[in-house]
C-alpha cells in the first residue's frame, strides 16, 4: 500500500464553520482530465472517502479549460460546498482559485499539482514529491543502462519528453535527469533531446516519431516523462519506426498504463512505471478535508505518497489492482 507521509509544517487554519458531523458536508472534487485512468481512479477514492463518512460528494471534469475551471468553481461555491479539492489544468489559475476559496471560507486541497496564493503562501497539496519521483526514474533507467551495457552502443541518446506548461511536469524530468547523469557521470548531457508534448500519449507518438525522423543515426533510445502516456507513446513510436524493444529504454510515472505496456506479455521499451495510487490522493484530500470541517483541525500543507516500481517481472502482482 502506498504509504502516506506528512510534512512538519502546516498552513494556518481558514476561517469556517466548523460541521456537527461528516453527514452534514458537502464535499467538491475538480479534476482536469476525468477520462483518464488516473484520474477516474482518484475520483472514485475521493468518493468513497466522502460516502464511508457519510457526506455529499460532487465532481466535475474540467478537461483542461481554465474557464470552466473557475464556473465550476463558482458553481460549487454557490452550492454550499464545505471544502473543494482540485486538480488545476495550469497552476497559473492557483492564486484565483484560492482566493476564491478564502473568500467563501472554504477549505481548499490542491491534489496532484501545488497550487499558491498571491502571497507565495502554499495551498494545502496531496500528491508526488515531482522532482523525487522523477529521481527514482532517473536512478531506475541508470541502473538498466548499466546492466544492459548500453555504454558499449555507439549512438544513444535521451529523449526528455515534456509538457513544459506543467511545473510539475518539469520537476519530474529534471529529477529523472539529474539523477541518471549522477549515476551514470560518463553520459554526455549534450546528448539529451527536449521533445515537447502536451501529456497524452498521442502527442508523445507524434512527437518522438517526429524526433526519430530527425535522428536516423542513433540506434538506441533513453526516455522518461511526466507520466505514463509520455513514455508509452514513445515506446510504441519506436516500434511503429521499427525499433526493436531493446532498442528502447523507458520509465513511466504513475502506473496508469501499466495494463496496455505489460497485458499482452510482449516486449517493450516501455520498461516500468513508478505507480502510484491514485485512488490514495483523492481519499487522503477528502478526509483532509472531512477533519479540518468537522473536527477543526489544521490542514497539512503538504503530504506525499510514495512510488511503488512496477515492470514485467512483477505486474502479476498489480494486474488485479490495476487492469479491471
Not at 472514485?44 to 472517502?49: D, N, S
Not at 529534471?174 to 508534448?197: M, Q
Request: glycine share 8%; hydrophobic share 45%; proline share 3%.
Amino acid at each position: 500500500m502506498t504509504h502516506i507521509r506528512y510534512a512538519a509544517a502546516a498552513i494556518a487554519a481558514m476561517t469556517m464553520t466548523v460541521a456537527a458531523s461528516a453527514e452534514d458536508v458537502k464535499i467538491g472534487y475538480i479534476n482536469k482530465m476525468g477520462d483518464h485512468p488516473w484520474f477516474v481512479a482518484e475520483v472514485a477514492g475521493a468518493r468513497a472517502a466522502a460516502e464511508a463518512a457519510g457526506a455529499e460528494f460532487l465532481a466535475q471534469d474540467v478537461q483542461f479549460n481554465a474557464d470552466l475551471t473557475i464556473t465550476t468553481l463558482d458553481t460549487m461555491i454557490g452550492d454550499g460546498v464545505d471544502g473543494i479539492a482540485i486538480v488545476v489544468p495550469d497552476r497559473a489559475l492557483g492564486p484565483v482559485v484560492a482566493d476564491k476559496a478564502k473568500q467563501a471560507g472554504i477549505p481548499l486541497v490542491a491534489v496532484d499539482d501545488d497550487i499558491y496564493f498571491e502571497d507565495g503562501t502554499q495551498v494545502p497539496y496531496v500528491g508526488m514529491n515531482a522532482e523525487n519521483i522523477g529521481m527514482n526514474v532517473g536512478r531506475k533507467l541508470a541502473e538498466i543502462y548499466k546492466a544492459e551495457d548500453w555504454a558499449s552502443h555507439d549512438e544513444v541518446r535521451i529523449a526528455s519528453i515534456e509538457d513544459r506548461k506543467a511545473d510539475t511536469c518539469m520537476q519530474r524530468n529534471r529529477g529523472a535527469e539529474a539523477a541518471f547523469l549522477e549515476a551514470v557521470p560518463d553520459f554526455d548531457p549534450g546528448n539529451i533531446i527536449r521533445v515537447p508534448y502536451d501529456n497524452t500519449m498521442v502527442s508523445s507518438i507524434d512527437a518522438m516519431t517526429t524526433t526519430l525522423t530527425a535522428n536516423p543515426q542513433v540506434t538506441h533510445w533513453i526516455f522518461y516523462s511526466c507520466n505514463d502516456d509520455g513514455v508509452l507513446g514513445a515506446a510504441r513510436a519506436l516500434e511503429n519506426s521499427g525499433y526493436s524493444a531493446d532498442q528502447g529504454l523507458g520509465i513511466g510515472i504513475d502506473g496508469s498504463r501499466a495494463c496496455d505496456a505489460f497485458g499482452s506479455g510482449r516486449a517493450s521499451a516501455f520498461r516500468g512505471t513508478m505507480w502510484l495510487n491514485s485512488e490514495n490522493h483523492g481519499a487522503t484530500a477528502v478526509e483532509l478535508l472531512l477533519a479540518s470541517i468537522t473536527e477543526g483541525a489544521e490542514l497539512p500543507t503538504t503530504t506525499f505518497t510514495d512510488p511503488e516500481y512496477i515492470s514485467a517481472d512483477n505486474f502479476d502482482q498489480y494486474e488485479a489492482r490495476l487492469c479491471n
